[in-house]
């Protein structure tokens, strides 16, 4: 397909879901007057344009897969949100989610393999291209002061926005963008039982909450070669990043009852302020991998390794507060987590002379557990400044975030993705966003910065949103990312090269 | 007996003419084209509802003596009967769409709750007390100040007022710019209050109140999607020097956010005209304004309205061909003791007896008129609580408003603090 088409496409979409918002009534689709069941959702597209080249092909020097001026993305989504109140008490949600990706259809220049590929691990995986799962379904049972969720969902713990201490349940789709998305997006959904029991009466505001998952995934990641797929960023190519990802596959736990994740949290008002508390059992979300010379390992030439998802205990909680002499609502969180798995670094050479098991991204033998510290401090502020917008304030929001691994022995190096060169033992992390509406809410405006300080990375995303009426929106943006010469950070770094301008149409009903 | 029969004749006549000219004064209501419930979603709030206990048949088809505004007589000759805004309103209908004040005859209030509202008035008093900063303390239940004095006295009559104890309360939201673009929003408005309780126990305080509430609000928005199970959460306190809190579920996000009391003269969100400062008409802090009661006036105000609410498409306010009632109001000005508060003044307009409010007016720190709001009131049948089924604010300047229609209200329902929780919220309106 020419690669001007592209901008026909882009046009004929955009002009479909905006005769889609203007034909007649923009509405939920409610089977019932008494609206006990209902279906809502969204329709959105979202194309992006690369300011940058991305993946190196490692077979012609100086060539890209994916290069300046090329589409980043045109993905369309169709996202279904179905609640059926069957009793006061008892309801089921199904949140269902297709997409097409239409960048390798109208971009023959951008590197194609993705295209008929799927994101990694294999378990539960989804093609590249064009996809539909139900992301979500559950019932939800509340008898009394109870409330019990069963069936594949997701749960946030936690008070910060960008960064995860306590949102430690749920792991991340990363095949995609996701420096901008909500995370409900990007969370991959478990199959978990969720309880609640909110004490009666409770002049604080008690509450407990205990989750069990007999399930477990591990983050997901990109095809090779995709825009997204950072091993490739980071000069992996197709060839040896399949070998890592299906060892990440074939090493992945199983799910199952006797599969033991689960936590406690327990909530409270004390003074006006919201408390957690919160202890969680979970595998690592990562993974860390050890070298295996057995010839155990699927692939022993390209990756001789093993994978590994040890079991972390995170204990932590959380606060939020207004203060009314500052005007501020502060808000953090901390977690103290109990071995944390780590791959020992191995500098080893392969051959004598030759590269080392490091530069193929394989640790040593065994790998390592530390306990970890992490906590965020955050503020939200709102100001309004009548000279430049009379009718809503500012909204500034701040957090700081810090995590140390203890008792960290510097002759023994660590892949902490902390630091320079990704095996420092401390991370500091600061983001701001600020937003604000005109026009009766039709224009939002937003920037948003989030920077890694010890690793170097970091990114800006700065948008636009106009919206017409209640179910069409436009927005505008750029998405810049940085990272330093080791394309060290564990989320940004990697991935420094995707910098883009892009346009989202979204159309709810 | 000639001369007696001709003096009766002579006077019957006129008496009969006078008569016959004063039953043809009094007519129905003239419909205005376009004026109904206009709900685009197929849901819950698509059929106007009367709410559980409903309204007295007299309410919907009452006399009209006079009419005023668009297609009516000229609004010049009541002219010192509105407030400002309201005559430059019905004086521009090109701006502000057609309106029409049909004036009927007042019916006084009545009921059982009204009466337990008298009789608290009577049990209560000389009990409240203000303090030296100006806050209302030994509250319990009825008009803290029959006979009040100054604007603070005023002013807490106003948010002790004749009100319910509790209610869920269905809107249609329909926010209206200057070229006439509709959008709609959809929520329940649901509250509580702790105390001036008449109806349903614990009264007249709801006890225990370990947190010393005054009132809890929740709006659970249904529509449109992206509000879809977004749950608004504040809470007010019996105490001066403590602010209301704020809370937000947001779906997307699946936790709770805490917001910024300093919020208060934002917004709503989708472009509202309403803030939380002018919940109610007003809803700030008491002791953060110097009142001043200006005194009585008559004024046309809605006391006994339509009961159902109506709208135009694309047009302005809700409402627009209601009934209106002469009142000799309260008229009270506050103003903000913060010099950095974004207005100058407020002008409340409030009914003698049960003390809602009519009337808000909010002015720029030039002086200059900025925002308004008009409640329009029906009693509820039995009780005689009014019901608020037509809430307008407006943005004066911009010409820009949100109209409030009421449907399905459910008053003294027996709510409890803990209906207020996250988790119950969430059972009664379904989210993410």
Not at chain 2, 37 to 56: I, L, N, Q
Not at chain 2, 137 to 159: H, S, T, V
């Amino acid at each position: 397909m020419r690669k001007g088409f592209r901008y026909l496409f882009l046009a004929l979409t955009c002009l479909i879901v905006y005769g889609l918002a203007l034909s007649g009534t923009a509405e939920a689709i409610t089977l019932d007057s008494e609206g006990r069941y209902e279906l809502g959702g969204y329709l959105e597209n979202m194309t992006a344009m690369r300011l940058e080249d991305g993946i190196k092909d490692p077979n012609r020097p100086g060539e890209y897969y994916q290069k300046k001026g090329d589409l980043a993305m045109m993905r369309n989504v169709l996202f279904l949100d179905f609640n059926a109140k069957l009793k006061d008490d008892l309801q089921f949600k199904f949140i269902g989610r297709g997409y097409y990706e239409a960048l390798w259809d109208l971009d023959s220049s951008v590197y194609q393999p993705p295209k008929e590929d799927h994101t990694r691990p294999n378990r539960d995986n989804h093609k590249m291209e064009s996809d539909f799962e139900f992301r979500e379904f559950y019932a939800t049972y509340m008898p009394g002061n109870w409330t019990i969720k069963a069936g594949k969902m997701q749960v946030a713990w936690g008070e910060a926005d960008a960064i995860r201490i306590a949102d430690v349940i749920n792991p991340l789709d990363l095949s995609w963008y996701w420096s901008f998305p909500k995370w409900e997006d990007i969370r991959v959904p478990l199959y978990m039982v969720n309880a609640s029991y909110a004490v009666p009466n409770s002049a604080h505001n008690l509450r407990f909450e205990m989750v069990w998952v007999p399930d477990y995934m591990s983050h997901q990641y990109a095809a090779p070669g995709a825009n997204w797929d950072f091993l490739g960023l980071i000069g992996v190519g197709p060839e040896f990043s399949d070998p890592i990802r299906e060892q990440q596959s074939a090493d992945l736990p199983d799910r199952g009852l006797n599969n033991l994740q689960g936590g406690l949290r327990v909530k409270a008002t004390l003074w006006d302020w919201d408390f957690t508390m919160f202890g969680y059992y979970g595998r690592d979300h990562l993974g860390v991998n050890t070298l295996d010379l057995s010839g155990e390992a699927l692939n022993s030439n390209l990756h001789p390794a093993k994978w590994h998802y040890p079991g972390v205990f995170h204990l932590g909680g959380t606060f939020a507060g207004y203060c009314a002499p500052l005007e501020v609502v502060f808000r953090g969180e901390f977690a103290y987590s109990f071995g944390q798995p780590f791959e020992k670094l191995n500098f080893s050479p392969i051959a004598p002379g030759g590269p080392t098991w490091y530069d193929y991204g394989i640790g040593q033998g065994e790998y390592d557990s530390k306990d970890t510290f992490a906590y965020m401090l955050g503020f939200d502020y709102n100001v309004m400044i009548p000279a430049l917008n009379r009718t809503k304030s500012y909204f500034i929001s701040g957090q700081f975030f810090q995590k140390y691994v203890l008792n960290y022995n510097e002759d023994v190096r660590l892949r902490t993705f902390f630091g320079e060169q990704d095996w420092g033992d401390i991370w500091t992390v600061g983001s701001l966003l600020i937003n604000t509406e005109y026009y009766d809410g039709k224009i939002q405006p937003q920037v948003l910065g989030v920077q890694f300080f010890d690793s170097e990375c970091g990114f800006f995303d700065g948008n636009i949103t106009y919206k017409p009426n209640f179910t069409l929106s436009f927005t505008v943006g750029y998405l810049a990312i940085w990272g330093n010469d080791y394309n060290a950070g564990l989320y940004f770094g990697p991935v420094q090269q995707n910098d883009q301008v892009y346009f989202k149409v979204k159309w709810t009903f | 007996m000639k001369k007696v029969r001709r003096g009766i004749a002579l006077l019957a006549i006129p008496l009969i003419v006078m008569g016959m000219a004063l039953t043809a004064a009094a007519e129905p209501r003239q419909p205005i084209e376009g004026a109904g419930w206009h709900y685009p979603w197929k849901d819950s709030y698509a059929t106007w509802s009367a709410g559980d206990k409903g309204y007295d048949e007299k309410f919907y088809n009452q006399d009209v003596k006079a009419a005023y505004g668009y297609k009516a007589k000229d609004v010049e000759e009541v002219k010192d009967l509105l407030p400002p805004f309201l005559y430059e309103i019905l004086k521009k209908p090109d701006v502000w769409g057609p309106r029409r004040v049909n004036v009927t005859d007042f019916i006084p209030n009545d009921g059982t709750l009204w009466k337990a509202y008298q009789e608290a008035t009577e049990k209560y008093k000389g009990t409240a007390k203000l303090d030296k900063d100006g806050w209302l303390r030994g509250y319990q239940a009825g008009c803290p100040f029959p006979d009040p004095k100054n604007g603070i006295e005023l002013l807490w009559n106003f948010k002790k007022k004749f009100k319910e104890d509790d209610r869920i309360l269905g809107t249609v939201t329909i926010i209206t710019d200057r070229r006439g673009q509709d959008r709609y929003q959809t929520s329940d408005g649901n509250l509580i209050f702790f105390d001036g309780r008449l109806a349903v126990s614990p009264k007249p305080l709801y006890t225990p109140n370990p947190n010393n509430y005054s009132r809890i609000d929740v709006y659970a928005n249904a529509h449109p999607y992206e509000m879809q199970g977004t749950l608004s959460v504040i809470m007010q306190y019996d105490d001066p020097t403590k602010e209301d809190k704020f809370w937000l579920y947001l779906p997307a996000m699946r936790r709770v956010r805490h917001l910024s009391a300093a919020q208060r003269t934002d917004r709503l969100p989708g472009g509202q005209d309403l803030m939380w400062e002018n919940f109610d008409t007003f809803n700030g802090n008491a002791v953060a304004y110097n009142a001043k009661m200006l005194g009585r006036k008559e004024m046309l105000v809605v006391h006994n309205g339509y009961p159902k609410s109506e709208w135009i498409e694309h047009t302005h306010l809700a409402g627009p061909n209601d009934y209106y009632q002469k009142v000799n109001v309260y008229v009270n000005e506050l103003t903000p003791k913060n010099p950095n508060f974004p207005f100058s003044k407020f002008m409340h307009y409030l009914d003698p007896d049960s003390f809602n409010a009519y009337y808000g007016e909010w002015y720029d720190k030039k002086g200059r008129l900025y925002l308004a709001s008009q409640f329009q009131w029906v009693p509820e049948k039995g009780t005689g609580v009014p019901v608020p089924v037509v809430m307008n604010h407006m943005d004066i300047q911009t010409v820009h408003s949100t109209g409030y229609a009421v449907t399905n209200p459910r008053y003294n329902v027996g709510l409890t603090p803990d209906y207020f929780r996250i988790d119950n919220l969430k059972k009664e309106y379904p989210s993410r």
